[in-house]
């Protein structure tokens, strides 16, 4: 019943039907001035903020959601699995990235999932074998390139920019650096790259 529901929900013709359809059907908490496009979210708990924009042909499936206020979800996006999922305030998915949610995924405040193709990963054969936690956490103003992969329990700290095509493999608990290749490592110290790339 639940998948012919979001069925009808993402052919509905306007945005005013789909956020009612999800706050009154789902019982999600959609704050104001959001726009949710032809998309599936399936989720037990969510929590969209104020001014979100969750574009066309999206499909989120987890445990919670949790969205901050003035966050962009663009097209083509598939974030998917039975874990949690939070995205901080004034943060942004562009398109066609992979989001796998067999452990959690946190990304912080004024955070970009930039470009198109980056794919996180939160499990492994032998260590989710072993029971092993792998949640990723991507910290406060990260700016992720196109087409990077983040291993399974990676942690990236705040203002730290991800090149793009890196394969991030380990954690990265320093902040202000340049993160490039595959494996990844930092390339520059010290620099700010809102204020210097």
Excluded at 110 to 127: E, M, R
Excluded at 143 to 167: K, R
Aim: proline share 2%; with cysteine; glycine share 8%.
């Amino acid at each position: 019943m639940r998948k012919i529901l979001f069925f009808i929900v993402k052919r509905l013709p306007s945005n005013y039907l789909r956020v009612l359809f999800y706050r009154v059907l789902f019982k999600y908490k959609i704050g104001v001035n959001v726009k949710i496009g032809k998309t599936i979210i399936s989720a037990k708990r969510v929590v969209i903020g104020d001014n979100v924009l969750i574009s066309n042909d999206n499909h989120i499936s987890c445990n919670e959601l949790k969205i901050g206020n003035n966050v962009s979800i663009h097209s083509g996006n598939r974030i998917m699995g039975s874990a949690n999922f939070s995205i901080g305030e004034n943060s942004r998915i562009i398109n066609n990235h992979f989001i796998d949610l067999y452990n959690n995924v946190t990304i912080g405040l004024n955070t970009w999932l930039a470009g198109k193709s980056s794919q996180i990963w939160t499990h492994g054969s032998v260590s989710t074998k072993l029971g092993k936690k792998l949640d990723v956490f991507i910290g406060n103003n990260v700016y992720v390139g196109s087409n990077v992969c983040i291993a399974p329990g990676v942690h990236i700290a705040d203002i730290n920019l991800i090149g793009l095509g890196s394969v991030v493999t380990n954690s990265f608990n320093e902040s202000k650096t340049i993160i490039i290749g595959n494996p990844s490592k930092v390339v520059k110290e010290n620099i700010d790259w809102r204020k210097n790339w």
